[in-house]
Nanobody, 124 residues
């Protein structure tokens, strides 16, 4: 069974950097695409399959192709370690509006899988 486990969320000071990680386990198949999503302002995590109001932050294919919407260019950086089936999201110069829930997703053989989510709280 495929599992995505996220880590790295928590309390961060505005202006600092934050790195979230997401590791896929339970499959020998290629993890074709990994992505990060954000639910701004969320104070609790939503259950898988019940995500609402998510913003796509960035995606990265197994071949290294990156996509980020314009609103996330500049401070958000996605990377992958394919050997470890792990994706990272680095947020630089964190702002109060970056607070919320961050979810990792993976596309494997055309099927979507989701992490449990990470809450990020920003203080000034």
């Amino acid at each position: 069974q495929v599992h995505l486990v996220e880590s790295g969320g928590g309390l961060v000071r505005a202006g600092d950097s934050l790195i979230l990680s997401c590791t896929v386990s339970g499959t020998n198949a290629n993890v074709d695409i990994m992505a990060w999503h954000r639910q701004p302002g969320a104070r609790h995590l939503q259950t898988v399959g019940n995500h609402v109001d998510l913003q796509l932050v960035a995606t990265k294919s197994i071949g290294g192709i990156t996509h980020r919407p314009d609103s996330f260019k500049g401070r958000f950086d996605i990377s992958r370690d394919n050997a470890k089936n792990t994706a990272f999201l680095q947020i630089n110069r964190v702002k109060p509006e970056d607070a919320g829930a961050y979810y990792c997703s993976a596309s494997i053989r055309g099927l979507p899988y989701w992490g449990q989510g990470s809450l990020v709280t920003v203080y000034t």
